[in-house]
């Protein structure tokens, strides 16, 4: 639909046989460039086609060519026939002005045979003589009438007459997909005045094909191919020999080139791989259950990790928020109640995981259950999550640990899942929260933040933040917004991991 300030003329048109059956093709309407409407805000651009009905009509709505302020100015359409029946379709020019709102092409193409292209332009005004005064304004000029002339027009009609006897209805046909009832306007895609299907039309098979040379075979009374469609070779004649054999042949392994029943083949023998190989040295890799080479057949270093360094897997996790053996930390800093920590990790292969885990500073147990913590997509959905507040065993206590660990609670502290779940590559984000207690139970070891955005939160494109926390939380929350008005980001950040036991 044009916009309203663009002034349109309607284009029709009906093409006919000599002998009064429709034609069937397109009309084609194409301006020469596209055309711009500054006031509508509209480029205007490619062609008009328009298809001939069952009845061989056309209508087309098509901007004027002479709309103001429209770039660029001075052109005509140029208009393209495609006939059915008509090997050479003419091709013409034709304006179309706004002052006449409806052309039909009888009326602007050519009719020249030898004149194909001309530009028909309607005359200036001035030439079609002084307009004359219409029956409404003459009969207000005489007096005969006063008021609108839309009340002149209702005037004009006179009292309805009585019915007339009702005749028989005749029998309506189907209504036709656009057209009347009764009307077929097409059949198998054709819109031709007057279709002949044959067996190709409607997917079927011609009969004259059944039994001849490149057409089909025919079945006879038992169902079957008669020998005589089949070749010589396929048992339309009698078997002479097998194999130059003659006789009453019977066949063994030895006779048709085969191994006999006992015979046992290796896998290399037929080009195989022995199953014993599948995760053995010398052998190859398996896959897991989600298509990829599991860790343990896996060179050192674990998927993800640099030659020869320390990742988190070779220190019993199986991810962590970042490596502490590069933080500095010259403050003890506590865990504030009720406060939900967030950090940020990065899968990058599939990863199972129960555990939860921060780095002490030094935490000494207590008995309270009072310590939540759990797992989110980066969309801010839950993957997992303690049902309730857990307790928290002491920090530094895995037996063999240095006895300065052990001695001031220093270590991991693990908060368990209620089950094992294996995250897909992507960013996670880790929570923990202590529900209740004081300002000085739990010393975490951060990393040091003396700004009001901490620089964990350091990204490019879709945001993901490493790095910020709630207040007044009680539980591990449903979902998690990093956009949320209440997000903070001016704390010192803990260390967290993720472990699988």
């Given amino acids: 639909m044009l916009p309203e300030s663009i002034p349109v003329v309607n284009v029709t048109g009906r093409f006919l046989s000599p002998d009064g059956r429709p034609l069937s093709g397109t009309v084609t309407f194409r301006a020469p460039a596209q055309i711009t409407f500054p006031e509508a805000d509209v480029i205007l651009g490619g062609p008009l086609v328009a298809q001939l009905d069952a009845q061989g009509q056309i209508s087309a709505t098509l901007p004027a060519t002479d709309s103001p302020r429209m770039d660029p100015t001075g052109w005509s359409y140029t208009v393209t026939e495609a006939l059915s029946g008509i090997p050479t379709g003419r091709t013409y020019q034709l304006l179309l002005p706004s002052r006449q709102p409806h052309v039909d092409l009888a009326d602007a193409a050519p009719t020249d045979p030898t004149k194909p292209n001309y530009l028909p332009v309607l005359g200036p005004k001035g030439d079609q003589g002084e307009r004359g005064a219409s029956a409404y304004e003459v009969a207000v000029a005489d007096g005969r009438f006063t008021g609108t002339p839309a009340a002149w027009l209702a005037s004009l009609v006179g009292p309805r007459g009585a019915a007339g006897p009702q005749g028989p209805q005749g029998p309506a046909g189907p209504a036709g997909k656009d057209g009347a009832p ?8 054709k819109s031709l005045a007057e279709i002949t299907l044959d067996a190709v039309a409607v997917g079927a098979i011609a009969t004259t094909a059944a039994g001849a ?51 046992t083949h290796t896998a290399a023998q037929v080009g195989a791989i022995a199953t014993t190989a599948r995760g053995a040295a010398g052998g190859v890799a398996s896959l897991d259950a989600s298509g990829r080479v599991p860790a343990a057949q896996l060179p050192p270093p674990v998927v993800g990790g640099a030659r020869n360094t320390w990742a988190p897997q070779a220190l019993g996790f199986q991810a962590w928020t970042c490596d502490p053996y590069t933080v500095t930390n010259p403050v003890a800093k506590y865990l504030t109640p009720q406060r939900l920590y967030v950090c940020g990790i990065n899968i990058t292969e599939p990863t199972q995981a129960n555990r939860v885990i921060m780095f002490s500073r030094g935490y000494g147990g207590v008995s309270a259950t009072r310590y939540a913590a759990g797992i989110y997509r980066e969309d801010g959905s839950k993957v997992t999550s303690t049902a309730a507040p857990v307790s928290l065993g002491m920090a530094g206590q895995t037996a063999g640990s240095p006895p300065q660990m052990i001695n001031n609670h220093v270590g991991a502290t693990a908060i368990a899942m209620p089950s094992t779940v294996t995250l897909s590559p992507g960013r996670y984000w880790l929570t923990w929260v202590m529900t209740t207690g004081g300002t000085a139970d739990y010393a975490y070891y951060h990393v040091q933040n003396e700004a009001p955005v901490a620089g964990a939160n350091f990204f490019f494109g879709a945001p993901f933040a490493r790095a910020w926390y709630l207040n007044a939380q009680s539980d591990t929350p449903a979902s998690l917004n990093q956009g949320d008005a209440s997000v903070l980001t001016d704390h010192d950040i803990p260390i967290m991991a993720l472990a699988l036991a």
């Fill in 182 to 189: 009764g009307v077929v306007q097409s059949v198998n895609g």
């Fill in 213 to 263: 040379p490149g057409g089909v075979a025919t079945l006879g009374p038992d169902g079957k191919v008669p020998p005589g469609q089949l070749p010589a070779t396929s048992g339309g004649n009698a078997v002479e020999s097998v194999n130059n054999m003659t006789g009453r042949v019977q066949l063994d392994a030895a006779a048709v080139g085969a191994a006999s029943a006992t015979h």
